[in-house]
Antibody
Framework: EVQLLESGGGLVQPGGSLRLSCSAS????????LNWVRQAPGKGLQWVSA????????FYADSAKGRFTISRDNSKNMLYLQMNSLRAEDTAIYYC?????????????WGQGTLVTVSS | EIVLTQSPGTLSLSPGERATLSCRAS???????LAWYQQKPGQTPRLLIY???RRATGIPDRFSGSESGTDFTLTISRLEPEDFAVYYC?????????FGGGTKVEIK
């Protein structure tokens, strides 16, 4: 059974930093791309970032470029999102989502999410 | 960036009726790289369709997807009570990946 478990969310002041983690199990971690997707309270889904199975390629939404860094540790089945210079508009639930077959970036399994609140 | 426009914003229907949801892309989506997700209140999104028309594992066959150029459609042939939810389309052919704004299917 595929499981994705996010952690690291919390309350942070504007300008602060957080590091989100996603622990994965139940699939061959090394073979799949991974995504971070967020959802602000009462709003729709917004893709944040993705990383190739090998970690060699990373992709970012414009809102994340230069502030967020996605990474993965294939030896530990872990995905990370380092978030710096946080803003109020980054407040959201952040989901870790597994990519689909053949290296594609649709999302076939999702974690339960971790809430990030940026407020003074 | 490929913008996905979903319509209508809200669809009010009764159980047993047919639901037709639209997702229009601002430009061509590479290799039919479009997915549909369902999200119920308080729950995580669930993959329904990928590759524009391929049902994900365990998805009932009352859900179907189709495409015509830059227009994509999710059809629910006969609404069941558990189908009332918000539906999102997503393109994954080009970075940045993008989601549509969602269509809420509510009970009439």
């Amino acid at each position: 059974e595929v499981q994705l478990l996010e952690s690291g969310g919390g309350l942070v002041q504007p300008g602060g930093s957080l590091r989100l983690s996603c622990s994965a199990s139940g699939f061959n971690f090394n073979n799949y791309a991974l995504n971070w997707v967020r959802q602000a309270p009462g709003k729709g889904l917004q893709w944040v970032s993705a990383i190739h199975a090998s970690g060699a390629s990373t992709f970012y939404a414009d809102s994340a470029k230069g502030r967020f860094t996605i990474s993965r540790d294939n030896s530990k089945n872990m995905l990370y999102l380092q978030m710096n210079s946080l803003r109020a508009e980054d407040t959201a639930i952040y989901y870790c989502a597994k990519g689909g077959s053949s290296g594609t970036y649709y999302m076939d399994y999702w974690g339960q999410g971790t809430l990030v609140t940026v407020s003074s | 960036e490929i913008v996905l426009t979903q319509s209508p914003g809200t669809l009010s229907l009764s159980p047993g009726e047919r639901a037709t949801l639209s997702c229009r892309a601002s430009q061509s989506v590479s290799s039919s790289s479009l997915a549909w997700y369902q999200q119920k209140p308080g729950q995580t999104p669930r993959l329904l369709i990928y590759g524009a028309s391929r049902r994900a594992t365990g998805i009932p066959d009352r859900f179907s997807g189709s495409e015509s150029g830059t227009d994509f459609t999710l059809t629910i042939s006969r609404l069941e009570p558990e189908d009332f939810a918000v539906y999102y389309c997503q393109q994954y052919g080009f970075s940045p990946l993008t989601f549509g704004g969602g269509t809420k299917v509510e009970i009439k």
